[in-house]
């Protein structure tokens, strides 16, 4: 099985956390998420879901694939930096340039 190679829990539970923060920004319950990722491919139950947010246990790639256009994202917008991260990793690299 095609997995997404996460090599620590930290990683593995931040895929978790947004995949929550997503599903809750669009509205969804487990459940009617779990139904749309049945209409695009993939798990079809609101425990896998809610496994992936926990951490307890990760999605094969096509699985994620199926989770972002089942919440109309993008795989990077999902596992992306997001804008406070992307924020301050810019205020490292002006304050490195001005060093």
Known sequence: MDTIPVDD???LARVGDRLRAWRRFMGYSGTELA???GE???PSTRQAIYQWEAGTSRPSSEKLAAACRAL???VAELLG????ERAMA???ARQA???
């Open 35 to 37: 139904k749309r990722l």
């Open 72 to 74: 109309g994202v993008t």
């Open 81 to 84: 930096p997001t804008p406070l």
């Open 9 to 11: 829990v930290a990683a």
């Open 97 to 99: 340039a001005g060093a």
């Open 40 to 42: 695009e491919g993939g």
């Open 90 to 92: 810019e205020r490292e």
